[in-house]
């Protein structure tokens, strides 16, 4: 909207996402100069609304950040006791003894944490140093320079009409400008996106691939919980139905992290990941340690699993991509959140430096250097051939010689498998309908499994119902002419808080959005097969309301 008027304010560094891959960037770049006009933008309602994670914390990244966390008070005090590895059948499971997995995998030393509350605390400190956030306050466009660079975002815009025009009460906005934009939006980022596309930064990089990672607290009886235990599962009941595990985690307080993730490049348009969820807890092992307590909160969040050869080019002109918008998961440790932290040290001493010299506007060049050099591609580099193993060989064979890669990493330092490729993305892996049979669910049975609906109640999922659909079709008439005769209309499935429904009516199917229960997960504009559906940022503030996921 070029024709509106909005204010503009001007930093040094602007920084869109208060997660902690931003957060570490603001720090940093106060830490090496407190005059450095840096401000944070976040659209959840508080910073860590819009947090999902595991999470077991690997300090690595905090460590060299904040050396001294311990005695600032950081929310990081379960450390992980007990490390547990489980292969389930429907009725039991075998666990795999720790001495076989490979020395990366062992979270011995590590922290259950709430990632939320981790970066509640870090923006505590971001602005102790002179940081500015603005929590619900939605980017929902970039600003471009002369020369084509990102010169800054578009913020805080509120109010506008359903059909998403100006009306006479819409706020317009501001224009924030900066020397350097980073984007930290976590997985699937809108801006991320546009940028990623606009530059070409995945030219020569494989496809990102993506899993949907669902989790929900639960308190539990005192007797069974053992604080400090960390448990992952894989097998039952995915089987070979589509890749991906669970999580079990026991913190503090009589409180478990449940969680369950599926890869989302499984075939059968059939497939119901969150009734995947919902039936795993009905395993044995899970049932009787869930039994008698109860479910506090629940979330989902799409995660980035392509690996080393999936990052794309991290640094465009003005700009830099950190943490999840960049996917730096490592997948078998199932951790991310230290290289997001990295990425955002290293954003900052790339920007910090440039600055100095009297640059703007430009690309960081080093800061792409860096990410795949320094440590977080010491840390992606020896897991990189793991995840398309499982795509190409299924979880036995995937696992043994992902574990075999692995070991040889460790030994030799060196895979002699060489580096794999990817092949197709998440969205182009779906199947005809016609080629599988569909998968009879059972019915939740509101002690243990959960309906969608019941469960999106306790994301605290709220959205201003005036606002314009979030969640944008290129083509409306693809859901009903195409999706659902081709693939069944999956979207009725994979998303996992129900905002997307085929209704019969009158005149034959409708397809219809309920972007009220939307999570924030993303899941849809990774895996719809026609890749209709683009995820937009609805108003500020708006969203899940996570309390200490």
Not at 15 to 33: E, F, N, Y
Request: proline residues 6%; contains cysteine.
């Amino acid at each position: 909207m070029t024709d509106i008027e909005r204010e503009t304010m001007e930093y040094d560094v602007v920084i869109v996402g208060a997660g902690p891959a931003g957060l570490s960037a603001a720090i940093r770049l106060k830490q090496l100069d407190a005059d450095l006009n840096v401000v944070v933008l976040e659209k959840g309602s508080e910073v860590g609304a819009h947090i999902l994670s595991g999470a077991v914390l690997d300090t690595s990244g905090l460590d060299r950040l904040l050396p001294e966390w311990k005695s600032m008070g950081a929310p990081i005090t379960t450390e992980v006791k007990e490390d547990n590895f489980y292969m389930l059948g429907e009725g039991g499971g075998i666990r795999i003894p720790n001495f076989v997995m490979p020395p990366l995998m062992n979270n011995h030393g590590k922290y259950i944490v709430s990632m939320a509350n981790v970066c509640r605390w870090m923006a505590e400190q971001a602005e102790e140093l002179g940081v500015e956030i603005f929590p619900g306050m939605s980017v929902s466009e970039l600003v471009y320079g002369e020369n084509g660079e990102v010169k800054g975002v578009v913020a805080g815009v509120f109010g506008l009409e359903a059909d998403g025009s100006y009306g006479p009460d819409t706020e317009p906005g501001m224009e924030l400008h900066g020397k350097y934009v980073f984007l930290s939006e976590g997985v699937r980022g809108s801006l991320s996106k546009e940028v990623m596309a606009k530059y070409e930064l995945s030219k020569g990089h494989c496809p990102q691939k993506f899993g949907l990672g669902m989790k929900e607290i639960w308190e539990i009886d005192p007797e069974k919980h053992k604080e400090g235990t960390v448990t992952h599962t894989m097998g039952w009941p995915l089987g070979k139905q589509a890749g991906g595990g669970a999580f079990i985690y026991h913190l503090d307080n009589n409180q478990v992290f449940v969680g369950f993730v599926v890869h989302l490049n499984y075939k059968n348009p059939h497939l119901y990941p969150y009734m995947e969820f919902q039936r795993f807890k009905h395993h044995p092992m899970i049932a009787d340690l869930l039994k008698g307590g109860k479910r506090v909160a629940y979330g989902a969040r799409a995660i980035s699993e392509g690996g080393f050869q999936s990052i794309p080019q991290t640094a465009f002109p003005g700009g830099a991509l950190l943490g999840c918008s960049a996917g730096l998961v490592n997948v078998p440790r199932i951790k991310g959140n230290h290289n997001a932290m990295h990425s955002g040290i290293e954003a900052a001493e790339s920007a910090f430096a440039a600055i100095q010299s009297g640059r703007s506007g430009d690309v960081l060049q080093d800061y792409d250097t860096r990410i795949r050099e320094g440590v977080i591609g010491q840390d992606l580099k020896p897991v990189r051939n793991v995840k398309p193993m499982w795509s190409k060989y299924g979880l036995l064979g995937g696992l043994g010689l992902g574990g075999l890669d692995m070991w040889t990493n460790n030994l030799f330092g060196k895979s002699f498998f060489g580096t794999l490729s990817h092949g197709k993305t998440d969205a182009a892996s779906t199947e005809e309908a016609s080629k599988h049979q569909p998968i009879d669910y059972p019915k939740p049975d509101g002690k243990l499994s959960f309906d969608r609906l019941t469960n999106v109640s306790y994301s605290f999922t709220n959205h201003e119902e005036s606002q314009p659909c979030h969640l944008k079709l290129k083509d409306p008439s693809v859901p009903i002419d195409v999706n659902l005769p081709k693939f069944n209309e999956p979207a009725q499935r994979y998303c996992p808080a129900g905002v997307y429904e085929v209704l019969e009516g009158e005149n034959g199917p409708k397809f219809q959005i309920n972007f009220q229960n939307c999570v924030h997960c993303k899941t849809c504009d990774i895996k719809d097969p026609s890749q209709n559906i683009n995820w937009t940022v609805p108003q500020g503030g708006d969203g899940p309301n996570y309390p200490n996921m």
